[in-house]
């Protein structure tokens, strides 16, 4: 998340590469809302929604366990394609947990959301990030980018966000230099390693990670983009162990190939967003596309084990 200004807010800033007619209708209009609210796995049952001050938004979120998380939202400021002020987690029988201020701001055809929650104290602000990131509930931003993608036709694409305790340099190195990347990249339990690798724009690697159960998968990478300290691009795709183009064994119908852009942006002196962005490269079959949206679900927990592990690395100081 950025930088708050104050100790119990909480902030998120996000761009969307969408206008800001189609953002705020995503928020605010019920057929949009019901396609993207709440972490991975979760849907939504809307009673009755009224966007204007004073209004309503009663709604349930069915959590993918099967539990129910009833939820009052009641508006305060509506301001048409610029400005919410809600109190958001209500119920019939529970105050409010805490209220959000969001902002939607034009950049060139693209949309900055810029959104504040402020809870009662800093320890409450405190514990709300832990059980944020506990529940994955910024997947609820990843799921909305890929829904903004979709409307504009756009639909093969997964997004997955994480801001690290690092300097933009710093975080950048973690993906680019192969020795620091082999060291967190996979899901938890498993371990990588390069059988060949040229960092370069044009250049290509070959991998091998060892998974928890035993088992071992290749895959190449073919360098695009690598443009300090901001933008690195490349594709990738599962192979043999010689590096020949091959389907995974745990799904015969995934697409050959993901191109991978991988942007970070500063927070502050010490904090780093990275977005990674996933999109299906080249031509594939139905099956391979429908293989692809089935497993958005999973790829989260994947790519949150390996940011766990890249957190965990840049925890440990540089002379340790």
């Known amino acids: 998340m950025a930088t708050a200004e104050r100790e119990n807010e909480l902030r998120l800033v996000r761009v969307f590469d969408a206008p800001v007619a189609l953002v705020w209708d995503a928020w605010v209009k019920d057929e949009h809302v019901a ?54 987690g209500a119920t019939e029988d529970r105050d409010p947990l805490f209220r959000v201020t969001v902002t939607f701001r034009d950049q060139d055809g693209r949309t900055e959301m810029d959104m504040t929650m402020a809870l009662a104290t800093p320890e409450a602000a405190r514990e709300a990030r832990a059980f944020i990131k506990r529940a994955g509930g910024e997947s609820t931003w990843d799921r909305f980018g890929e829904y903004l993608e979709q409307a504009q036709g756009r639909p093969d694409t997964f997004f997955i966000n994480r801001s690290f305790a690092a300097d933009q340099r710093t975080v950048f190195d973690m993906w680019v ?23 370069r724009e044009g250049g290509s690697a070959l991998w091998a990670m060892t998974m928890a159960d035993g088992s071992t998968k290749h895959g190449v990478l073919e360098y695009r983009t690598i ?15 010689d590096g020949t183009l091959c389907k995974p064994s745990f799904a015969p119908t995934y ?25 299906i490269l080249g031509d594939a079959t139905a099956g391979e596309r429908e293989t692809f949206d089935a497993m958005k679900t999973s790829m989260t927990p994947g790519w949150t084990g390996a940011f766990d592990k890249l957190e965990a690395l840049l925890a440990v100081p540089a002379d340790a």
């Open 177 to 199: 230099n192969p020795d620091h990347y082999a060291k967190w990249m996979g899901p938890t339990g498993s371990t990588m390693s390069f059988l060949r690798v040229d960092v």
């Open 255 to 279: 697409p050959d190939r993901i191109l991978t852009t991988v942007t970070f942006v500063p927070e502050g002196p010490n904090e780093t967003r990275v977005t990674v962005r996933w999109e």
């Open 227 to 241: 443009r300090p300290v901001d933008l690195f691009v490349y594709s990738q795709n599962f192979s043999d162990a």
């Open 35 to 88: 396609q993207w609210w709440g972490p991975r796995g979760f849907s939504i049952t809307t009673k009755s929604k009224d966007v204007r001050p004073g209004g309503r938004w009663v709604y349930t979120m069915h959590g993918p366990d099967g539990v129910d998380y009833p939820n009052i939202t009641t508006y305060h400021v509506v301001e048409p394609r610029a400005k919410l002020v809600y109190d958001h």
